[in-house]
């Protein structure tokens, strides 16, 4: 009965930003750890980032530096800024969520890369 959405994607220039969102439908300090996932045609589903419900916080090295993890438990809402975006960039972002070994996924949401 977990519910995942996220929002924000977009078509944006190389070296802009953009902000996802991942509404849950359940307080998310419920859950062990939330992820944000990507997955750009043709490749297999990455791991993005993390923040455990004890707040720690870890990314991607292909990230690191340009990602932001964040999370807004009173709006049960996470957060991904996106920063100096690159063309590898591109791909669906899923919003994930665990919780004693159950997987919650959301529906994704695209972001484009443009020159």
């Known amino acids: 009965q977990v519910q995942l959405r996220e929002s924000g994607g977009d078509l944006v220039q190389a070296g802009g930003s953009l902000r996802l969102s991942c509404a849950a439908s359940e307080s998310i300090s419920s859950f062990e750890s939330m992820d944000w996932y990507r997955e750009a045609a043709g490749l297999r589903r990455e791991w993005v980032a993390s923040?455990?419900?004890?707040?720690?916080?870890d990314y991607a090295d292909s990230v690191r530096g340009r990602f932001t993890i964040s999370r807004d438990n009173a709006k049960n809402t996470l957060y991904l800024q996106i920063n100096n975006l690159k063309f590898e960039d591109m791909a669906v972002y899923y919003c994930?969520?665990?919780?004693?070994?159950?997987?919650?996924w959301g529906r994704g949401t695209q972001v484009t890369v443009s020159s």
């Open positions: 994930h969520a665990s919780r004693d070994y159950t997987n919650y």
């Open positions: 923040i455990s419900r004890g707040g720690v916080i």
